[in-house]
């Protein structure tokens, strides 16, 4: 019987975390205390989806 073979999951790099959790904070910090960040501005749901993308990248991935 052949072994099923199920993927493994790392931790990602502290860099790849805190990028992630920084991009996220701006964002809910634009959309709830009213903050300008120009490059997110009117983008928040790219930069979110960029967020969370960086950080499943950095789970599957050792380079990242």
Partial sequence: ????H???LKAPSIITFLVSV????AVLMIK???ATVPVIQGHEFWAL???YTL???GSLTRSL
């Fill in 1 to 4: 019987m052949k072994e099923a």
């Fill in 6 to 8: 199920f993927m493994g």
């Fill in 22 to 25: 920084i991009l996220v904070v």
């Fill in 32 to 34: 709830f205390a009213g």
């Fill in 49 to 51: 989806l960029f967020a």
């Fill in 55 to 57: 950080l499943a990248a």
